[in-house]
């Protein structure tokens, strides 16, 4: 059974950075696709930043330029760097990846507040 744990959001003062990382676990095989999605509060889900298996990268407008994504395969993790956070960014983000099926990390907390 494959399971997705994600580490690294917090609380942080807006201009701040964090680090988020998920790893995969369970599977022998590498992910066709590894990325992140958030849910702010009363808003709909909606996908932050993803990476394919060939190397092919997307980010969704409002965190282009802000945050990185990057994985390692050996390892079967992908981290979310965010840098200049803004209170928009608050949210629960959620680690997905696809190795054939797709699967989700419970998720963690970011909150940017002063």
């Known amino acids: 059974q494959v399971q997705l744990v994600e580490s690294g959001g917090g609380l942080v003062q807006p201009g701040g950075s964090l680090r988020l990382s998920c790893a995969a676990s369970g599977s022998i095989a590498s992910p066709s696709f590894m990325g992140w999605y958030r849910q702010a509060p009363g808003k709909e889900h909606e996908f932050v930043a993803g990476?394919?298996?060939?190397?092919?990268?997307s980010y969704t407008d409002s965190v282009k330029g802000r945050f990185t994504i990057a994985r390692d395969n050996a390892k079967n993790t992908v981290y979310l760097q965010m840098n200049s956070l803004k209170a928009e960014d608050t949210a629960v983000y959620y680690c997905n990846a696809n190795f054939g099926a797709s699967y989700w990390g419970k998720g963690t907390l970011v909150t940017v507040s002063s």
């Open positions: 990476i394919i298996i060939g190397g092919r990268i």
